[in-house]
């Protein structure tokens, strides 16, 4: 401990940092409130009056914690470190909203109850999520960089660049504009009219074109004062639901274990990027935070944001967390979410988050050696299954809400036939979306380990997999008793192939070691 270093809670790079974080919340606060809005039918006292200020409570609470850790981590080291961003885990927010709350709904056709189950999932989940401390030291040791940090990758390259992307293009006058400005301040660090940070003035000139153009307004509706209250009754009616309709438990856990291997994964990325922070503290702190932000509301987990390097190439320190934290509060306690969730729209706040995207990657290259690159491209492609598979099932719902008849449903073994036919393996795609959180890490971490000629190491994850498969953690829609599919069988092949080659090969450069880094293997000499 250095005790004549003072860490500064706000460095040169803070406010630039905290207007990218701030809108990386604001786009997930913008999505799940018009879901819930329009698509589960919650009033504006449900969405703004109870999600919103829960949420912000659930933020305030991990800030809080993140803030310390910085602060206590930058004393050890006797140096500045940039804290973990916080906020609304994106892919669980989905997961939570179309696998928990809107099949309640769509059985109940009632908001309220649907709400009510959600903050009992929430509850949890967090619960779950925290349960992950007791494994998560363990598992970020014997695990591969590459294998965590490329399925984060998958992750970014798929739901925070290319989705934020496409809708970039589907609006390119709004944004176009912030994308530009996004680039240059943030990747080409050139300096921007007024020394504005490049979030805020994205936001400015992005939600600017879209009032010209009339693709966004100026409403009030919403506006008031919410002030966060622990909703104790609406909890214990929830859980009742909850415990009534235990095949909700099917997604909850599965989707919880993704959540804090995420926080895992994130932590590993701020490691890499020069800052260690200890992951069960984290992942007890997102669990916790999330089990808070249930009581007062809100059914979404929290946890450690994806984008650390990103944040901490600006130059941030712990300040920016701090005032997203604050901002947040203050807003949605006066209901201000509410105005800004009308004012601006998603296209000029999504060039952020695929800025937040590049940097992962970018990053995720420069901290692993150059053989790893393998194994971290192999991590982020089922992410691009899943990608795929969401948006055939979202084509096949529009198609029925449009009216078309006689649609057969995706997974029909006939429109399974066909799309095979025309180079469409939906199949294959269904199997690798299916957990592509942990699919994406065990393959990472087994191609690493025969990179390194770690094989056993390779075995083991493999031997993983196999036994995830076999219970439908992975490659299945739901938990269920044991199978012996083909892909079960196939992964239990494979960590005997593995196991077994070091003896297979006695003389061969295999080390059946199981360390996180290796040898780097020289590529042959080529042929005369």
């Known amino acids: 401990m250095h005790d004549t270093y003072r860490y500064r809670l706000f460095g040169k790079g803070d406010l630039g940092a905290f207007w990218a974080l701030f809108t990386d919340n604001l786009v997930n606060l913008i999505i799940l409130s018009g879901i819930c809005q329009f698509v589960f039918q919650m009033p504006a006292e ?3 009056g109870r999600i919103v200020p829960g949420a912000a409570v659930a933020i305030v609470a991990g800030v809080a914690v993140y803030s310390f850790l910085a602060r206590r981590t930058a004393q050890r080291l006797g140096r500045d470190v940039t804290a973990l961003p916080y906020g609304l885990s994106t892919p669980v927010m989905f997961v939570y909203l179309f696998g928990v709350i809107g099949p309640v709904y769509w059985t109940t056709g009632d908001p309220l109850v649907a709400w009510q189950v959600g903050i009992a999932a929430g509850l949890l989940g967090g619960a779950v999520a925290m349960a992950g401390a007791l494994v998560g030291p363990w598992l970020k040791r014997v695990t591969p960089r590459a294998g965590m940090l490329g399925t984060l990758c998958g992750i970014a390259l798929v739901f925070i660049g290319t989705v934020p992307l496409a809708t ?3 609006s390119p006058y709004v944004g176009f504009v912030s994308m530009v400005v996004v680039l240059c301040g943030l990747l080409g660090r050139v300096r921007l009219p007024f020394d504005l940070p490049a979030g805020l003035l994205a936001l400015i000139l992005g939600t600017g074109v879209a009032l010209v153009i009339g693709e966004a307004g100026i409403s009030i509706e919403g506006v008031g004062l919410y002030p966060p209250v622990p909703y104790f009754g609406d909890m214990a009616a929830g859980l009742g639901h909850l415990f009534a309709n235990p095949e909700l438990f099917l997604v909850l856990i599965p989707v919880q274990i993704y ?18 922070y200890p992951v069960a503290v984290c992942q007890v702190t ?14 979404f ?3 450690a944001y994806i984008g650390h390097p990103a944040y901490k190439a600006m130059g941030a320190h712990a300040g920016y967390v701090a005032g997203v934290g604050l901002v947040f509060a203050a807003a949605a306690f006066f209901g201000l979410l509410a105005f800004l969730n009308n004012l601006v729209p998603v296209a000029a706040a999504a060039p952020v988050l695929v800025f937040v995207a590049l940097s992962l990657i970018a990053n995720t290259a420069a901290s692993l050696k150059p053989t790893h690159m393998a194994a971290v491209t192999i991590a982020m492609i089922p992410h691009v299954s899943a990608l795929l598979v969401t948006k055939w099932g979202s084509m096949m719902t529009a198609l029925a809400e449009r009216g078309a008849e006689g649609l057969p449903a ?40 025969i990179i390194d000629n770690h094989f056993r190491s390779a075995a083991a994850f493999m031997g993983a997999a196999a036994v995830m498969s076999l219970f439908g953690v992975i490659h299945a829609a739901q938990l269920h008793w044991p199978v012996l599919s083909p892909v079960t069988t196939g992964y239990f092949f494979m960590a005997a192939f593995l196991y077994a080659y070091p003896i297979l090969q006695p003389d061969g450069r295999a080390t059946g070691g199981a360390g996180r880094e290796g040898a780097r293997i020289v590529p042959p000499a080529p042929s005369e």
């Open 46 to 48: 449900i969405v703004f």
């Open 168 to 170: 970039i293009f589907e």
């Open 259 to 276: 959540n804090f291997i995420e926080t895992m994964n994130n932590v590993e990325s701020a490691e890499a990027a020069g800052d260690p």
């Open 286 to 299: 997102d669990g916790a935070g999330t089990m808070i932000g249930a009581l007062f509301g809100s059914p």
């Open 410 to 449: 995706l997974g029909d073994p006939a429109l399974t036939a066909a799309l095979l036919q025309q180079g469409a393996h939906y199949e294959g795609h269904l199997a690798l979306s299916q957990g592509a959180i942990l699919t994406g890490l065990v393959w990472g971490a087994a191609v690493a380990g």
């Open 301 to 303: 987990p929290t946890t």
